[in-house]
């Protein structure tokens, strides 16, 4: 299969760590992607986890806990914590004379770190292919990388996506050292929330890494995401999405009925309490996507299908199906509680409880708010922009509310203004309409690859590197791994074109053209003086026509 590639070149630096699978939701994508391919009776490779290597002893990076704050004296030194990070040095290569293999930094995302990424993925044969260290560093505020000791929403205000990209900044700087790494090239990569870490870390630190990996990189801060649900619709087929929309009015109707005893079918309860109606909608809507984004709609749409030919009940089916898989082998150890705003207002530091957190970033940075469509929604019409609104002040006691526009002028949106990035998507994931998938013209240096196959789910390019992958996720691996070795060669420095379609060579070679025109206007101009001077008023008229390359060229 031919690639979608465009662009020239890409750089890598490799920050990952993955947005949950409903970005409004508290579940990571780590626990969850591992979770869901356990619950898949399909064998398909293209689904999407990140392999892991659970024995690796962990250890501690000395972090700053607030990177604005006004510059420490001698005698006041700025606050730290303790941040989470894996080393794998398996493939190293050292060399004194020609120096050493470059570190691929992984970073995680919106949830606890359980280990550095393992050789039988794709960053292990990276690490394999280059001679590569791999770093793997925790996301402040999750898992055990928590600055303070609890999370009251006054001390979440240091937990921020620009905060994070600090932190990767200074690890790396100090990583770089003699006395560590002595590492000069650097390659980050990065799954969805991460994703979006990496391109932006490329954009606001280009000096410490050499490209960017963006998979499935959600850096658009969309407000109103009812794009999600419809590709939901769309990879799930029309026969299991109507079943879908089946079901869901088939809850409605029992939630009419009795919504205690539809809140006991699906075991939404906290604290012996029926959930808030909107935190039940939520995580119906969840059940019904997290399978299709993660490249497993056979664990969702079979039970569904099987009920149907055979005349049984499709509520029965669902209830079971998130019951017993879902919240059980895919949300993973909280179950239910991470849908639960009443658990979610709770301040509570441990590994494990990371819902609230990521409302916090949703609720006062990005939305991705997956709100139902008005037409042919899978998810109910309660999933909306009222309902996401009042969650975010139920669990923090008071109004926050993202600014999106400011969001996305900051980092650029769709728009992106970096280079050396690599944005690949898989086909069926919904999260591809808060990426980039379409070719950016003004940069050279930032390929975009879609990958099309069955089930090719959120960030499919970074699961279990195998040959029988498809061919689309093959491909993907294949540009990548391309890529990064003219990164690491030195080859592709990074181009990218103006607004204007100029690349930025054409752009300096404008430049020094025009200094060049104004020299010899310049010139022309003495020249003429000096014949004046010479010869009285008489070019006066003539030094008037003399026309400035600079000027008529533009």
């Known amino acids: 299969m031919t690639p979608r590639l465009f662009g020239i070149s890409l750089v890598l630096v490799l920050i990952v760590g993955v947005v949950p699978p409903v970005i409004a939701s508290g579940a990571s994508f780590h626990l969850l992607a591992q979770r869901v391919l356990a619950s898949s009776s399909s064998s398909s490779s293209s689904s999407t986890h990140t392999p892991w290597m659970g024995d690796q002893e962990a250890l501690w990076f000395t972090q700053i806990r607030d990177h604005f704050a006004s510059p420490a004296t001698e005698d006041n030194e700025p606050a730290t914590f303790a941040q989470k990070y894996y080393v794998v040095k398996d493939h190293w290569k050292q060399d004194p004379v020609k120096g050493n293999g470059p570190a691929f930094l992984y970073i995680s995302g919106e949830g606890p770190l359980m280990g550095p990424p393992g050789s039988s993925g794709f960053l292990g044969h990276l690490a394999e292919r280059f001679g590569g260290v791999i770093m793997a560093l925790e996301h402040r505020f999750y898992g055990d990388s928590v600055p303070f000791a609890t999370l009251d929403i006054e001390n979440l205000v240091y937990l921020s996506s620009e905060q994070g990209l600090a932190d990767a900044a200074y690890f790396i700087e100090v990583m770089s050292q003699p006395e560590h790494l002595n590492v000069t090239q650097w390659i980050t990569v990065g799954g969805s929330y991460a994703g979006a870490l990496s391109a932006w870390f490329r954009l606001k630190y280009p000096h410490l890494a050499i490209g960017s990996l963006s998979s499935s990189g959600v850096v658009n801060a969309v407000l109103d995401f009812t794009a999600f649900d419809k590709q939901v619709a769309t990879s799930a087929g029309p026969i299991c999405a109507n079943l879908l929309r089946q079901v869901m009015d088939e809850v409605e109707i029992a939630v009419e009925a009795s919504y205690s005893e539809t809140c006991a079918m699906f075991n939404a309860t906290y604290a012996g309490e029926d959930f808030w109606e909107g935190d039940f909608w939520f995580m119906m809507a969840d059940a019904t996507a997290i399978p299709i984004q993660y490249g497993n709609t056979e664990a969702i749409c079979d039970p569904l299908e099987k009920a149907s030919r055979e005349g049984k009940s499709l509520l029965d089916a669902f209830a079971t199906f998130v019951r017993d898989v879902f919240l059980e082998q895919m949300v993973g150890k909280l179950k239910q509680r991470v849908y639960s705003s009443k658990f979610m207002s709770e301040t509570t530091v441990c590994t494990e409880c990371n819902a609230r957190q990521w409302w916090y970033q949703t609720c006062a940075e990005f939305g991705y708010w997956q709100n139902a469509p008005a037409m042919d929604s899978i998810r109910s019409p309660k999933v909306n922009m009222t309902m996401f609104r009042e969650a975010c002040e139920r669990i923090f006691g008071k109004e926050v509310w993202p600014d999106t526009v400011a969001t996305n002028r900051y ?130 008229v003539n030094m008037q026509n003399v026309s400035t390359p600079a000027a008529t060229e533009g």
């Open 411 to 540: 980092y650029g949106s769709v728009e992106y203004g970096g280079t050396n990035v690599f944005f690949c998507n898989g086909g069926d994931d919904p999260w591809q309409h808060a990426s980039i998938t379409s070719p950016l013209p003004w940069c050279d240096s930032c390929p975009v690859y879609v990958a099309h196959c069955h089930d090719c789910g959120h960030c499919v390019d970074l699961g279990t590197y195998s040959k029988d992958a498809p061919d689309a996720v093959q491909d993907a691996w294949t540009s990548i791994e391309e890529h990064i070795g003219d990164w690491i060669a030195g080859q592709h420095e990074g181009g990218s074109k103006s607004r204007t379609g100029l690349s930025s060579g054409a752009i300096v070679g404008l430049i020094l053209g025009a200094a060049v025109a104004g020299a010899l206007a310049g010139f022309v101009t003495f020249a003429l003086m000096f014949r004046k001077r010479r010869h009285g008023d008489r070019d006066y």
